[in-house]
């Protein structure tokens, strides 16, 4: 055995360190991670355990397997595992064999640990902290467990790789709720995890720490995870639910931890926006607090753990949400609802007022998504707005509801089925447990809708659109002053008659081949803006390229202003919100805007002394982040980056570098959240320079030497029409 540990050690660290390498060196990096897997759910309808529901979910997994990815050594697999509700009954017994009789009036807890396997010190620090934790929320700890497993059917890198596995058994001490308890468990959980990782411990993760369901997971193939971990074959082990996964990361390492189902959701697919979402999510962070959390609300932050895959992150977000009280129906639809706004003709309008108040709270994750999720009462299946993951279900004769990836995963007796279907885009289908109760998408969204006074709470929005249409359009610059601004900027010939005159005539993206075949940067005679950087790192692989049809109808720009208050407060003190369709701005349009917003305004000036030296586009970074911060400070609630102020001795600062200083100074200093950035800038010509500006952390961006471009070749005679 000690030489298949020192084999285990040595793999481990050769592994780690290659990735460390290839991180640092190549073209992987540690923050890609997407997974594309098989998912789905199994529940009583009535909410009552069975064995039969864990069953299902085991064949389930069984059925699955395919959508897996298999190591060379045939049983190393990427990830599975199922989330069953506690079986009472079976940790009773468990308890009675740690000694203590347990207290069948109290609510019993378990958690699920994942220990460093071959370092016997860092297990027992690990095992202190998380005992210290529980004690000082004043529970009562029954005992640890090792959980019994076979290793027969690991292959030999997860076996390498293996944790130690052991539950902790706790009693309730306090006289509260499931809900309250749940809580405090989620708490404790994440000062372990802080705790943790201040001790610079690798290798401890918790699968689970709840006193509803428990989560059984590792990196064996999907069929195996029942042979793996025998509880799941006891006959005592009964459930309302089973949630099961099968994990295929197509551009991740596999990780004992990564694997799925989290701790409230299973995911198959990718959250394309997750950088932008991760930034916000740390923007909202400074203001996060809940009655819910009480004094403790600062030990559940940082939200997201560094390190976790795309799927890691939503979940932790969806705990966030439901823990400080809103259930998992209502935390789907915040963080990833249908298309509603272009859709709002042909939806109810309660539908709408709930969506746009949602929306007026938290950014949604956008991505290809089909989800299984549970709270610990509602057990739901749904999609993301577009609907490029499969989710079909069927209700069986005896009472369950079956969805996931696959028709067929789990046999069924079709002469008893009441309902096949599939959920479309956007939509969700959901089982209350407590209530006994099977909610289709309309009736879900209707009990949603209704559970509070969106309608009300979204008066507070004003669209400022009406303020803006039929604003007369005149040039900034014409004729020497243009040539000048538009030589500084970089513009060339090519681009204004490629990429400018068809949007100015067609409204149509210039077309280009993916590839870039022009010299880099630091070898090419002429400027290259910051944007062309960023080309190759907007291609995901996975999804198909958006029609224009489908464009019209689940995309939409819509902006906000200063929304970014507490994303746990459940009430209208949210929804003092502007809100524009477009971030894209015309010049007039920009300064209607700038009068609206009266005395909030500070305007930076984003140009260097051209006389400076070589440091000076340095010093002058420092400075607008200095002046925004000072800005934000003494109460504006609204920036203007502008680098309009450029002359013969003044050279202006690339808007993208400068625009991210700004946002990711303010961010740092705990002030984004407390105003927009308004950005006005030269070089911006093309779509995707508006898109790295509004990825950079822009709210609004103002292409004015763009919009003269298009007016001066307007009065040439070289497009037709006029400006406005």
């Known amino acids: 055995d000690s030489a298949m540990t020192q084999y285990d050690d040595a793999w481990v660290k050769a592994e780690e360190t290659k990735r460390a390498w ?26 009552k355990p069975s064995r039969k529901v864990v069953e299902n979910g085991i064949s389930a997994l069984k059925a699955i397997w395919h959508r897996g990815a298999v190591d060379a050594d045939g049983k190393t697999g990427d990830g599975a595992g199922i989330h069953v509700q506690i079986p009472a009954r079976f940790f009773y017994d468990q308890v009675r064999r740690t000694g203590h009789e347990p207290d069948m009036n109290k609510l019993i807890a378990v958690g ?29 700890i029954y005992g640890w467990r090792h959980v019994p497993v076979d290793i027969s059917v690991l292959g030999e890198k997860a076996n390498a790789t293996r944790p130690e596995i052991e539950q902790i058994l706790i009693r309730c001490e306090k006289n509260i709720d499931e809900e309250q308890f749940e809580r405090e468990l989620y708490i404790i959980r994440r000062r372990i995890e802080k705790a943790a990782l201040a001790a610079h411990i690798q290798g401890m993760y918790l699968c689970s720490l709840s006193c509803r369901s428990i989560i059984y997971k590792g990196m064996m193939l999907a069929e195996q995870v029942a042979v793996f971990y025998p509880d799941l074959v006891d006959d005592r082990f009964e459930s309302a639910f089973a949630i099961y996964h099968q994990r295929y990361s197509t551009n991740t390492f596999p990780q004992w931890w990564l694997a799925q189902p989290f701790r409230m959701l299973a995911h198959n697919g990718e959250i394309n926006t997750l950088k932008g979402n991760v930034n916000w999510m740390k923007s909202h962070e400074i203001r996060m607090a809940s009655s819910a959390f009480g004094d403790a609300a600062e030990d559940i932050k940082p939200i997201i753990p560094a390190g976790t895959s795309d799927s890691g992150a939503l979940d932790a977000v969806f705990e966030a949400l439901v823990r400080s009280g809103r259930n998992a129906p209502l935390a789907k639809t915040m963080l990833i609802p249908e298309a509603w706004s272009k859709a709002t003709t042909d939806m109810k309008p309660a539908w709408a007022d709930m969506y746009a108040f949602c929306n007026s709270v938290i950014e949604p994750w956008d991505g290809p998504a089909a989800l299984a999720m549970t709270d610990g009462r509602w057990v739901c299946g749904g999609l993301d707005r577009n609907g490029l993951r499969p989710m079909r279900y069927v209700v069986t004769g005896d009472g369950l509801l079956i969805a996931g990836s696959e028709a067929g995963m789990v046999p069924v007796d079709e002469a008893t089925v009441r309902e096949k279907g599939a959920l479309g885009p956007g939509q969700m289908i959901a089982v209350d447990m407590a209530e006994g109760k099977l909610y289709h998408d309309v009736a879900l969204k209707d009990k949603l809708a209704a559970s509070q006074p969106y309608s009300e709470w979204i008066q507070k929005i004003v669209d400022l659109n009406a303020l803006l249409r039929d604003v007369p359009e005149t040039p900034m610059f014409e004729g020497a002053d243009l040539r000048k601004r538009q030589i500084a900027a970089g513009f060339t010939v090519e681009e204004l008659e490629q990429v400018l005159a068809p949007m100015a005539e067609d409204g149509k993206e210039m077309i280009a081949s993916m590839g870039d075949d022009t010299p880099a940067a630091v070898l090419s005679s002429i400027y290259r803006p910051l944007s062309h950087f960023f080309r190759q790192n907007f291609s995901q692989v996975t999804n198909p390229p958006i029609d224009s049809l489908r464009e019209g109808r689940v995309m939409s720009l819509k902006t906000r202003f200063g929304n970014l208050r507490n994303v746990l407060d459940e009430t209208n003190a949210q929804s003092e919100i502007l809100v524009l369709e477009s971030p894209f701005l015309a010049n007039a349009e920009f ?66 570098l400068a625009t991210s200083a700004v946002h990711s100074w303010l961010t740092r200093k705990g002030l984004r959240t407390f105003c927009s950035v308004n950005v006005r800038s030269a070089e911006c010509i093309d779509p995707h320079y508006f898109a790295v500006l509004i990825g950079c952390g822009a709210t609004t961006v103002n292409a004015y030497l763009a919009q003269d471009s298009i007016a001066d070749r307007i009065n040439r005679g070289l497009i037709e029409g006029s400006l406005i």
């Open 22 to 47: 290839m991180d640092a060196n190549g073209l992987y990096k540690t923050e890609d991670e997407h997974s594309s897997c098989g998912v789905g759910l199994v529940v009583a309808i009535s909410g």
């Open 591 to 656: 300064d209607v805007l700038v009068k609206r917003f009266g005395d909030q305004v500070a305007f930076i000036d984003c140009t260097f002394p051209a006389d400076a030296g070589p440091d000076a586009l340095r010093q002058g970074l420092e400075r607008i982040r200095a002046e925004a911060e000072d800005a934000v400070r003494s109460g504006a609630g609204q920036l203007v980056m502008t680098d309009h102020h450029q002359s013969p001795d003044k050279v202006a600062m690339p808007m993208i």
């Open 112 to 140: 699920q640990v994942f220990l460093p396997r071959t370092d016997f010190g860092a297990q027992e620090r690990c095992r202190t902290i998380v005992e210290t934790e529980v004690l000082r929320m004043g529970h009562y």
